[in-house]
């Protein structure tokens, strides 16, 4: 078993050392880093991607076969780094991570998915894992809405020297409300920013995205969460805005990891 096991991972490194404009790089047993050197070429041939990142994409965000080049493009054009999990030869989670124009040690997460039936396994942890002990990194943003998956990142950053901070958390850093403008204007330009007439009152914390780049929170979900915890306090104001603005608007909170300053990349 274990050298049919050994077989299949070697055949699936072998096939994504082919892929045009990127290096592969194993960082453990059953992790790997995709490093994109040409972003051209990579963008060019984006399809490449289908056969070992079609699957995953398609099942999380139940999409149809014709919006396979769109999804592609949305969770990997220009991206810098692509960090994989591996099971019996096949990719089974990913992180995708672009670099910022200006700032070479910040990454942009556009996506990160685990294959539904390995949930629960500690999947996202290794991701993550590997994300912040890559050394490119300074800090890293985004914005998102799955508790679980915040909690862990915020966790796994924090064991590699980072500190995090989600929605309201840092107001007042004046590095971390730097980097919510950053992913603000970012969002913006990838045109992910829904258009509202009037914003209402609301931290600088959140920030309110076209529906198809995530779904609305669940009221139920709140259910989930400690009501004694911070987190559960965020959810409620995020559905108090999502109350305000509608279905056709997602309220999300920034999330940010800054690695603290003695660890930091010069």
């Known amino acids: 078993m274990t050298h049919s096991m050994d077989n299949a991972w070697?055949?699936?490194?072998?096939?994504?050392?082919?892929?045009?404009?990127?290096?592969?790089?194993?960082?453990?047993?059953?992790?790997?880093?995709?490093?994109?050197?040409?972003?051209?070429?990579?963008?060019?041939?984006?399809?490449?991607?289908?056969?070992?990142?079609?699957?995953?994409?398609?099942?999380?965000?139940?999409?149809?076969?014709?919006?396979?080049?769109r999804q592609l493009r949305i969770d990997f054009e220009n991206a810098k780094k692509v960090y994989c999990e591996i099971n019996n030869g096949m990719v089974i989670g990913f992180c995708s991570i672009e670099q910022d124009s200006n700032d070479t040690t910040l990454g942009i997460v556009r996506d990160i998915i685990v294959q539904e039936n390995e949930r629960g396994k500690k999947i996202g942890e290794k991701l993550y894992s590997c994300l912040f002990s890559d050394?490119?990194?300074?800090?890293?943003?985004?914005?998102?809405?799955?508790?679980?998956?915040?909690?862990?990142?915020?966790?796994?950053?924090?064991?590699?020297?980072?500190?995090?901070?989600?929605?309201?958390?840092?107001?007042?850093?004046?590095?971390?409300?730097?980097?919510?403008?950053?992913?603000?204007?970012y969002m913006t330009h990838e045109d992910l920013i829904a258009e509202l007439p009037v914003l209402p009152p609301h931290d600088e914390g959140y920030v309110f995205l076209k529906p198809d780049v995530l779904l609305p929170f669940d009221p139920k979900d709140l259910e989930k969460l400690d009501s004694h915890s911070e987190f559960y306090s965020i959810a409620q104001e995020i559905l108090r805005l999502q109350e305000l603005v509608g279905q056709d608007v997602t309220v999300a909170g920034h999330l940010i990891n800054v690695r603290q300053r003695k660890n930091a990349k010069e």
Do not use: C, M
């Open 10 to 69: 070697e055949q699936l490194e072998a096939h994504l050392r082919l892929l045009r404009g990127a290096e592969v790089r194993r960082v453990s047993d059953n992790s790997l880093a995709i490093t994109i050197l040409q972003h051209d070429d990579w963008n060019k041939h984006i399809k490449q991607l289908k056969d070992h990142f079609w699957p995953l994409i398609k099942e999380a965000y139940q999409r149809e076969d014709d919006e396979l080049e």
């Open 135 to 185: 050394q490119e990194w300074n800090a890293v943003i985004g914005a998102s809405l799955n508790f679980a998956a915040i909690k862990t990142r915020i966790r796994v950053s924090e064991q590699h020297g980072y500190k995090g901070y989600y929605g309201p958390q840092g107001t007042g850093n004046e590095l971390v409300e730097k980097l919510r403008r950053r992913n603000l204007e």
